[in-house]
């Protein structure tokens, strides 16, 4: 299937650039330095490069790329304080919340920018200078995708893998059963989108699928760390001091490391487009695509109601947006009024800026898809694509 047609020749990027900002694919990292925290990156040959060894407010527990697709936030957490921090390219540390004491496990970037943080006792919402209390808790929690719900992990012995609905205020469980987990073992939870269900990983890796069905997929050493392939439906765990990929079977394909001590990961290149703005009929979303794997490259935007699955073959791989009426009327589109810069041509680190409006008569509770290719001949299929999902409050 053709998207659109290939226009405008890539830009030059320069080796400082290069050298400046991680490829899509490399790995942020947080690894301890002789009972200290540090954050770097792991390139895909495996090269560490580290950013800054210590100065955080407690130990580092999570590390997630942030919506700018440049720095990182990292939480941090101890028995007496904890903090989410913003490490830029540099290795310069921000401190943007000082939390009460956790022990704090977990965090998310919710699609309004505000941040939501969980621990076993209890979970907060971090917005501009406030904080409010959640009502659930949990060591791992994730934002569904496929719907305006978050999961939440609050059990580890059992398994009580709950859905909280944002309409009800209400959780209900989406699986319960017991996996025999200590209480103090990490868990990470990871959408999984070949199922549309969910990945665990804790002491081994677990699939819960949409339909509940508990599948165990790798029990060979404990797992610090779990995240999706942005590109791919392969996914990656890290145990003590490697990165693994795997394919949605469960089967070993590559490997990364050896980093001492690795306390969590994040993959660059999952960020590649994002959606923020108050997600209320009749409000603005602003959209901002960062593929710096593709400066200067054409790209075009599309919205859909069909959700991810089953997603459209591109060749070897699925770009998890599925076509319908709306996907047609918005691909590279622009509608005064509806839809903004939805075609255009990536900058020269990747980047480029758009937005559209929810419209008033969608119901509260539906979940476009956004979907975003660029032309980049050295990428599978000749196309670089991200997707992300924007619920409806």
Not at 189 to 210: K, S
Not at 272 to 290: I, L, M
């Amino acid at each position: 299937m053709r998207f659109f047609a290939r226009i405008g020749a890539a830009l030059a990027l320069t080796a400082s650039c290069l050298a400046a900002q991680p490829r899509s694919g490399d790995f942020a990292v947080a690894f301890d330095v002789n009972g200290t925290s540090a954050i770097g990156t792991l390139d895909r040959a495996g090269t560490l490069t580290t950013l800054v060894v210590g100065g955080f407010v407690g130990d580092v527990q999570r590390v997630r790329i942030a919506p700018d697709n440049r720095s990182l936030l990292v939480l941090t957490s101890d028995s007496s304080s904890g903090a989410l921090c913003r490490v830029s390219p540099t290795g310069a540390i921000t401190t943007l919340y000082l939390v009460p004491p956790g022990p704090w496990s977990d965090f998310l970037v919710d699609q309004d920018g505000s941040v939501i943080v969980t621990g076993i006792f209890y979970s907060l919402r971090l917005q501009g200078p406030t904080f409010s209390q959640l009502p659930f808790s949990g060591p791992a929690i994730l934002r569904d995708p496929e719907s305006t719900d978050i999961y939440v992990a609050p059990s580890l012995r059992w398994l009580d893998l709950l859905r909280f609905d944002r309409e009800t205020n209400r959780s209900t469980r989406a699986f319960s059963g017991s996996l025999g987990l200590f209480t103090a073992q990490r868990l990470t939870i990871e959408y999984d989108a070949t199922t549309g269900g969910v990945l665990l990983a804790g002491p081994g890796l677990w699939r819960v699928d949409a339909a509940s069905q508990l599948t165990t997929m790798w029990t060979q050493r404990p797992i610090v760390g779990l995240r999706a392939d942005p590109a791919t439906d392969d996914f990656f765990v890290a145990d003590g001091n490697t990165v693994f990929r795997m394919e949605p079977s469960g089967r070993y394909v590559a490997a990364w490391g050896n980093v001492t001590k690795l306390l969590d990961f994040d993959v660059w290149g999952a960020g590649g487009v994002v959606a923020t703005g108050v997600s209320t009929p009749g409000s603005s979303q602003r959209v901002s695509v960062n593929l710096p794997d593709s400066p200067g490259a054409a790209y075009a935007l599309a919205l859909s109601f069909a959700g991810r699955r089953p997603g459209i073959a591109l060749g070897s791989r699925v770009l998890r947006i599925t076509p319908d009426p709306l996907f047609f009327a918005t691909l590279g589109r622009v509608w005064p009024g509806i839809t903004s810069r939805f075609t255009g041509q990536l900058d020269a680190l990747g980047r480029a800026e758009a937005a559209f409006t929810i419209h008033d008569g969608v119901p509260r509770g539906s979940v476009y898809t956004l979907g975003v290719a660029a032309i980049n001949s050295a990428k599978p299929d000749g196309l670089d694509v991200a997707v992300t999902s924007v619920g409806v409050f």
